[in-house]
């Protein structure tokens, strides 16, 4: 004589079903929310607005804005400028850096350039113990 075999009753099973389908849903959900929060936090979040004054000849000043969209200080540690090729060099600036960048301020940094290939800045800063440099910021 065979034992007859005992399973989960049918509601039992899909109750089961129904909760693991739930809890793996939200831990996918969880991860991809996590996701996206790290991707939107990659986006820069020290503006940089650079346009010039032409002094004489080849010489102009470069008064470059950075706005602070971080929600802790940034100290802004050098201005590079970057010459038509790619390459660049640190441009010598009119107030002493670094200089530290409240959530939400913006800091005005004048430099005079010589060069008429340096076509575009960006800025070194250091933020939470870690030194970023900005995209370059076309001048115009």
Do not use: C, W
């Amino acid at each position: 004589m065979r034992r007859a075999r005992r399973g989960l009753s049918p509601l039992v099973a899909t109750v089961v079903l129904i909760s693991a389908t739930i809890l793996g849903g939200m831990l996918i959900y969880n991860y991809f929310q996590a996701s996206v929060d790290k991707m939107q936090g990659l986006g820069e979040k020290l503006m940089v607005d650079a346009s010039t004054v032409h002094l004489t000849g080849n010489t102009r000043l470069v008064h470059i804005e950075v706005l602070n969209s971080y929600d802790i200080d940034a100290r802004i540690d050098s201005i590079n400028g970057i010459y038509s090729n790619g390459t660049s060099i640190q441009l010598t600036t009119q107030e002493t850096l670094p200089i530290q960048v409240l959530p939400g301020d913006k800091a005005s940094i004048n430099a005079v350039v010589t060069n008429p290939d340096i076509v575009a800045v960006s800025v070194t800063y250091t933020i939470d113990g870690k030194t970023l440099t900005t995209e370059p910021e076309k001048i115009r």
